[in-house]
Each structure stands twice: as structure tokens, then as C-alpha cells.
């Protein structure tokens, strides 16, 4: 059983729909919780950081944390097609190196 | 800032050749890592370095080596290619503060390497 799961998709939405990606992991060290975009053929690149449980919201996206079910998840409000891209949960405990989901590609359509 | 590059971005081999890959960050950052990136398998470490002069090894090791001579590069090495690594190489570097958002990784724009 990997340490991370994450449905590959893809996830396909019309534009302007709320979006929900999800992790799942086992290892209940993790404190640490990161999401990743990553457009096709770039590199990741980090989106949302979030520490222990909670949520956190920067402009559409809201990141949340519930450590009681090893679940986490990120909200994308008001999609747009150039959310189009793959999406990446990361976590870590305090001085671990950063264990990586396979990724959710998310489709926007206009 | 040019951040995080790689060089080259794309190779073709033909199993048992050697190549190296290059990255080089400008963002004076401390740590630097190399991945490798396959379907259904999500990014994986392959080496790390905490430092000039320092490497260690990740996840999936086997079958490459490392070198960070200067601060700025970290090079991995495929001494001896096999179709098994045949991927999309990652490198990324963050600064020195664990467990807070300044050791947030960035990474480069990848290395496709197709081994024949």
C-alpha cells in the first residue's frame, strides 16, 4: 500500500464548477501538507502549504486537513481552463523528505 | 532569476550508454534533490544533497550517481543506461529551513530520457 494515494483521474468539470481533489495517506507523522499544480510538460509547482490540521484559502483555491481521517483536500472555486492541469498532494513529517501522491488531471472546460 | 534549470531537455539512448544531467538553481538554496517522474508511480527521489559536497540517497538509487561540486549544480549521472529509466527527471532545490514554507521545493522544468 502506497504511503499517499490519489485518484489520477482525470477529473473533467465545465468552467466556473467548484473542484475537489483529494488525498488520502496512512503514515499519521505527516504534519506537513502541500499541494502541487503541474501544467503538462513543466515542471510542479507548489500551490497551497498548509501545517497540521485546518483550512487554508488563498484566493479560489482552499486547502483542508483533517488528520483524524488521514484525508486531505483542495478546493478550487469558480474553475477556469487554465486550471487545467495535474494536481499533486506532497506531505512530510518535521525533517523527512516530501512523500508525493501520483497526481489528479483536472480538465476545465470552457 | 532563472530559478531552477535543467540541461538537456530531452535525450535519446541506446541501452549501456552513460549520460549526465545538469541543473543548476541561482536562489542560493541549500538543499537540491533529484526525481523521476512515471505514470501511476508519482515523483519518487532518486538523491539529495543538504550541501556542497554532500549527496545521499533517496527512494530508487540504483542505477545513477550524483555530484554537487558547487552549490549551485547537482549533477546525476546514468553510467550505464537500461529502458528502465527511461522518465521525465526532476530537480528541485529549497532553502535550509526545515519544516516551515521557506523550504518549499522548486523545481525545474524536467529531463525526458527515452532509453532505447
Known amino acids: 500500500q502506497k504511503e499517499v494515494e490519489q485518484d489520477p483521474g482525470p477529473l473533467s468539470v465545465p468552467e466556473g464548477a467548484i473542484v475537489s481533489l483529494n488525498c488520502t495517506y496512512s503514515?499519521?507523522?505527516?504534519?506537513?501538507f502541500m499541494w502541487y499544480r503541474q501544467y503538462s510538460r513543466k515542471g510542479p509547482e507548489l500551490l497551497m502549504y498548509t501545517y497540521s490540521s485546518g483550512n487554508k484559502e488563498d484566493g479560489r483555491f482552499t486547502a483542508q486537513v483533517d488528520k483524524s481521517s488521514k484525508y486531505i483536500s483542495l478546493f478550487i472555486r469558480d474553475s477556469q481552463p487554465s486550471d487545467s492541469a495535474t494536481y499533486l498532494c506532497?506531505?512530510?513529517?518535521?525533517?523527512?523528505?516530501?512523500?508525493f501522491g501520483t497526481g489528479t488531471r483536472l480538465l476545465v472546460s470552457p | 532569476n532563472a530559478g531552477v534549470t535543467q540541461t538537456p531537455k530531452f535525450r535519446v539512448l541506446k541501452t549501456g550508454q552513460s549520460m549526465t544531467l545538469l541543473c543548476a538553481q541561482d536562489?542560493?538554496?541549500?538543499?537540491m534533490y533529484w526525481y523521476r517522474q512515471d505514470p501511476g508511480m508519482g515523483l519518487r527521489l532518486i538523491h539529495y544533497?543538504?550541501?556542497?559536497?554532500?549527496?545521499a540517497k533517496g527512494e530508487v538509487p540504483d542505477g545513477y550517481n550524483v555530484s554537487r561540486l558547487k552549490k549551485q549544480n547537482f549533477l546525476l549521472g546514468l553510467e550505464s543506461a537500461a529502458p528502465s529509466q527511461t522518465s521525465v527527471y526532476f530537480c528541485?532545490?529549497?532553502?535550509?529551513?526545515?519544516?516551515?514554507?521557506?523550504?518549499?521545493?522548486?523545481f525545474g522544468p524536467g529531463t525526458r530520457l527515452l532509453v532505447l
Open positions: 528541485a532545490s529549497s532553502p535550509r529551513a526545515w519544516g516551515t514554507i521557506q523550504e518549499t521545493q522548486y
Open positions: 544533497s543538504v550541501g556542497e559536497g554532500t549527496t
Open positions: 536562489m542560493n538554496h541549500e538543499y
Open positions: 503514515n499519521s507523522a505527516f504534519q506537513y
Open positions: 506532497a506531505m512530510k513529517t518535521g525533517f523527512q523528505k516530501l512523500v
